[in-house]
């Protein structure tokens, strides 16, 4: 596990030196007149070491401040070849990616697990230039157009007067603004639902969101929406669990995404597109497709897969990598355009605009994480944090004094054409279509498609946020808003809120439900997954040692959970001690012949009844079922299994996990 840093050897020299390279005899003490001091302005290393220190920070990211990233390979599967000319994305190209996931409100040390949209921007270095794909983990947004991003963002942060709540959308001002600005409602809908609280970064798709515009080798145009599907199915975490979680690890996605790369469980998605035609209307079945607070159900437009994407390599310093990689939606390559999504548009000016400060200077694409891996000559010259050397006397275009240097590239070679889309003849005006008016029939669409108990989360996570809000106005409002969606959805919050449920004002729309919106069924590998297994003083220690193994040889992660740190029969390292484990790490828990010895210890007791609590898988082998039935727990119960060994468990478990939880335990309860 990732408490340690575990990314390979210094790269630095084996002497300590000043930033001038001078070896230094001593760090620790400052240059003094005499013994007692005082300190001499003289002493260089003291001055330089703290004036570094004292500009060591850059600002934090306006949004998304927290998140963790990753690098790895995408590989084209050539599908995609027929409506785009893009080279990455034909048949077997191979190319390198940088991934950083985040959550949008919180700040850059605020916990992983709070309920919020996740940002999911992948960077590849392809051989024609940077493409990045700027997506959440949402396929639709607050806003429809860009003007309003400041808004709900300073809705959704805290308070300006007291600065809280950190990383929050429980609070007035976040709630007053979606419940005025109804067009937020689908976006925060989903934001209720347990897709606001990933179990993993593994475990999300990955949205472009927007429309984007895909050029073909003949010059044919048709209109896109990019899919991540993540390999590991899409999983939430429970709301207790998400709490808990932002106490006992606020790391608890980093580390996760960190430690599955390094066990070899690594991380994959494929990348797909849904393709419309691009007609003058730019709609598909009467869904505006400029429109980025609806979606296309995937039954009327299926993903089709065009290549896969594997996370592989941890970064070796996160502030070089994770904190300083800057994407942004305008890096675009021949064969994939945007489109005149006003939401898009403003985002192609925010990016840069916003790096320039958070990145000091117009120089942020030579920092190597953004350093294009084709080659670049782009005249652009001199600023703040200038790497390179530019030769010749000529940064201007044409010229005669560098041979003309450097061409431009026509068709053939490559370049990016502006795609001659034709612009409306029309008068300026700050209006939009019709059809952007209607807020709440994608909604009810999602509502809709849910299944009972991801309705019932949905409901527990409106109670929540709208409890928190002190303004009686401001919850009415947005009852108002789930009456317009659905009035049961509506009825159930009011009920928890002890209020009435208004009466929706507009008619229900009546669309059919998207079975592809529901992150329950099938099942999916155990990758990363992690087990807790109990022990006691005297649990066998070569059986518990032969588990362990068996679960990492399924890329799932063991941790052993005894008394005490000392290593059980004197070699099984142990990862937790019963009062450093917490059930919110475990996606399922072992508890081994030999436990029954620690009794009724409460710290077992707790973990096992959460485990069980929360659903998740319960196996138990030898005199552990007794330890199982104290905590009040009777076996068998759907997920929860007494086993005759420990490899009977180990070769159980990848089959439970599979679904992530045992929902039946819910239908139970
Ligand atoms: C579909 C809508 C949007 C999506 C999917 C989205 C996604 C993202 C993601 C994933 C990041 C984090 C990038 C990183 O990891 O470094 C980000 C950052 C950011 N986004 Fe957006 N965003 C959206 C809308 C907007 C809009 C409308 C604006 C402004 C008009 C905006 C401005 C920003 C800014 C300023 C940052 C910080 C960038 C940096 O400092 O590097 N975003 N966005």
């Known amino acids: 596990m990732t408490d340690t840093p575990s990314s390979g050897a210094p790269d630095q020299t084996e002497w300590l030196t000043t930033s001038g390279g001078v070896r230094l005899r001593e760090t620790d003490r400052s240059l003094k007149a005499g013994e007692r001091g005082p300190t001499l302005l003289q002493d260089h290393h003291l001055r330089e070491k703290i004036t570094h220190f004292d500009h060591e920070r850059i600002p934090e990211r306006v949004v998304h401040a927290r998140g963790a990233g990753a690098h790895g390979t995408f590989t084209a599967y050539g599908t995609a070849e027929t409506v785009t000319s893009a080279g990455f ?130 010059g044919e145009t048709s209109l896109a929406k990019f899919h991540w599907k993540p390999k590991l199915g899409v999983h939430g975490l429970l709301w207790e669990e998400a709490q808990m979680l932002g106490g006992f690890d606020p790391d608890f996605h980093r580390r996760d995404l960190a430690d599955a790369i390094e066990a070899g469980a690594h991380p994959e998605w494929e990348l797909g597109v849904q393709v419309f035609p691009d007609t003058p209307q730019q709609t598909y079945e ?54 005149d999504d006003a939401l898009m548009q403003a985002r192609l000016f925010s990016y840069v605009d916003t790096q320039l400060t958070r990145l000091g200077g117009p120089n942020f694409n030579q920092i190597p994480v953004n350093r294009p891996h084709a080659p670049v000559n782009d005249m652009l010259r001199d600023g703040f944090h200038q790497d390179e050397v530019h030769r010749g006397v000529a940064p201007y275009h044409p010229n005669s004094l560098d041979a003309g240097c450097p061409f431009l590239a026509g068709d053939p070679q490559g370049a990016f054409l502006d795609n001659p889309v034709r612009v409306p003849e029309t008068a300026k005006q700050r209006e939009q279509p019709a059809s952007f008016d209607d807020h709440f029939s994608q909604p009810r669409l999602f509502w809709l498609s849910m299944t009972p108990v991801e309705k019932q989360h949905i409901v527990a996570a409106y109670a929540f946020e709208l409890g928190k809000v002190h303004e009686p106005a401001i919850r009415e409002r947005q009852l108002q808003c789930l009456a317009e969606i659905a009035p049961d959805l509506c009825g159930g919050v009011a009920a928890a809120l002890g209020l009435t449920a208004p009466s929706p004002k507009g008619e229900l729309a009546d669309p059919d439900p998207s079975p592809a919106l529901s992150m329950l069924g099938g099942s999916y590998p155990p990758d990363g997954r992690t087990v807790g297994i109990v022990v006691g003083p005297d649990s066998p220690a070569e059986e518990i040692d032969g588990l362990c193994a068996a679960l990492r040889g399924s890329l799932m992660m063991p941790m052993v959970v005894a008394p005490t740190a000392a290593p059980l029969g004197g070699d099984v390292a142990v990862q937790r001690t019963f009062s450093t484990a917490r059930s919110v790490e475990f996606d399922a828990l072992v508890v081994a012949d030999g436990a029954a010895a620690v009794g009724s210890d409460p710290h077992v007791m707790l973990l096992v009844e959460e485990i069980f609590r929360h659903g998740k898988a319960l196996l138990a082998w030898g005199n552990g079922v007794e330890v199982v039935a104290t905590a009040g727990i009777a076996v068998p119960a759907p997920g929860v299994k007494a086993e005759e060994s420990s490899s009977i468990a180990a070769a159980e478990l990848p089959d439970l996990l599979g679904a992530h939880r045992s929902w039946e335990r819910f239908a139970l309860a």
Do not use: C
């Open 286 to 339: 009467g869904i505006d497709l400029l429109d980025p607070t609806k979606l296309v159900p995937e039954e009327i437009a299926p993903v089709q897969t065009i290549g896969r994407l594997v996370l592989d390599r941890n970064p070796d310093n996160f502030f070089a990598e994770t904190e300083q990689v800057a994407f942004h939606v305008g890096n675009l390559v021949p064969g994939i355009d945007v489109t």
């Open 89 to 218: 994305l034909a048949e077997g190209r191979e190319t390198p990616v940088f991934v950083r996931f985040s959550t949008v409100l919180g700040s850059r040390g605020s916990a992983d697990t709070v309920r919020d949209t996740r940002g999911f921007a992948t960077k590849f270095y392809t051989e024609e230039g940077t493409f990045d794909l700027v997506g959440n983990n949402i396929p639709v947004f607050f806003i429809q157009d860009g003007i309003k991003f400041p808004d709900i963002i300073h809705a959704g942060k805290p308070h300006p007067d007291r600065e809280i709540p950190q990383a929050q959308s429980a609070h007035d001002t976040f709630w007053d603004f979606v419940s005025l600005h109804t067009e937020a409602q689908h976006h925060t809908l989903w934001n209720m639902s347990d897709r606001g609280i990933a179990r993993s970064y593994r475990m999300m798709e990955g949205f472009g969101v927007h429309t984007f515009r895909l050029i073909n080798a003949a």
